[in-house]
């Protein structure tokens, strides 16, 4: 869903932010591709855990294996295993495959939840639209539209990483082999289950039916954004970056004495600063120009953003 979203919106500029402050121009697309990565990542990791979880432990008695020479590994066949555990002590009391999954739960719910955090405040700068499927209104303040979906998202990590933990420190004090401490597992694994499956299909509906507002996108782009292409400029002329990027940090600080945005800087008190600033200065001051410039894998260029959609649905194929 995240990149058939990131195509349909490819062209969608926006404000990229460091330290929650405005830091260079990124496509949208760019954006939420940088969330669909780590749960690429995700699905990785659980693909990764699957051969250690399907081991049959079947034919290891109560702890000390079995006495008719009953053929393990047959049974493990039959059943769709993809092998059997090598040790019956351990088979009784291993619940690793448990801890893995809380693990890699909180790890995805994490996810989820930074992608719900950067949904919200998109939604508060007016950036995006939650649909009412996914949002509710207030008892008191009729004009009040919550993005409650989003935020039951984000509160979900906390409470998977204290099933994990939780569950963790009941494991580290039991002694070989099986022991009743062990029955808390149940609870805990399908209540990550459920709660994955959930948030999933939540985060899906949000993306879906998200509304997007371009011209608000846009309003967040400020031409200091573009100082580091200003550098960038210099750069190309053979000057060192270590060098325009004082050059750069004293056009900034003139725009700000003068009151005035970087933009508006003429190329005479560019000169002033740096004489190696020539005519076509003027063309730094473009967002299109700036996001296109980040051609190499990864980057903002709409070719370097196309790629990561294709990859994405590619990928998507093998699950």
């Known amino acids: 869903v995240g990149a058939e979203f990131s195509q349909t919106h490819i062209d969608t ?83 690793d495959f448990v801890v893995e999954f809380l693990m890699w739960s909180t790890l995805l719910l994490t996810h989820l939840s930074q992608l719900a955090e950067d949904l919200i405040i998109t939604n508060l700068l007016k950036g995006v639209v939650i649909d009412d499927a996914y949002a509710t209104g207030s008892s008191l303040m009729p004009q ?13 990590a906390g409470i998977a990483l204290g099933r994990a933990v939780g569950f963790t420190a009941t494991l580290k004090g039991l002694p070989r082999s099986y022991n009743k401490d062990l029955q808390e597992d149940k609870q805990l694994l399908f209540a990550a289950v459920d709660t994955v499956k959930d948030c999933l299909a939540i985060a899906s509906g949000v993306i879906a039916t998200l509304t997007l507002k371009p011209e608000m996108l846009m309003k ?13 400029y210099l750069v190309r002329k053979g000057v060192p970056f270590r060098e325009t990027h004082h050059i750069s940090g004293a056009c900034v600080r003139l725009a700000e004495e003068s009151e005035v945005s970087i933009d508006t800087l003429t190329l005479e008190q560019l000169q002033n600063i740096d004489a ?44």
């Not at 005519?279 to 790629?307: H, P």
Request: proline share 5%; charged share 25%.
């Open 13 to 95: 500029l926006m404000a990229g932010y460091t330290h929650l402050q405005p830091a260079q121009p990124i496509r949208f697309s760019h954006w939420l591709m940088s969330h669909m990565a780590p749960i690429m990542r995700d699905a990785e990791r659980l693909m990764d855990m699957i051969p250690r979880a399907n081991r049959c432990p079947l034919g290891s008695g109560a702890l000390a294996g079995n006495a008719f020479g009953v053929d393990r590994e047959f049974l493990a066949k039959e059943l769709g295993f993809q092998g059997v555990t090598s040790n019956s002590l351990d088979a009784t009391c291993d619940r």
């Open 144 to 156: 009040k539209k919550n993005p409650d979906a989003l935020e039951i998202l984000r509160g979900k």
């Open 276 to 319: 190696r600033f020539e005519a076509d200065v003027m063309k730094v001051w473009d967002y299109e120009v700036s996001v296109e410039r980040k051609c190499s894998i990864g980057g903002t260029a709409k070719a370097s953003v196309q790629k990561q959609v294709d990859d994405c649905l590619e990928f998507a194929k093998t699950l």
């Open 220 to 232: 967040a782009l400020c031409p200091e954004m573009l100082a580091t292409d200003l550098a960038d």
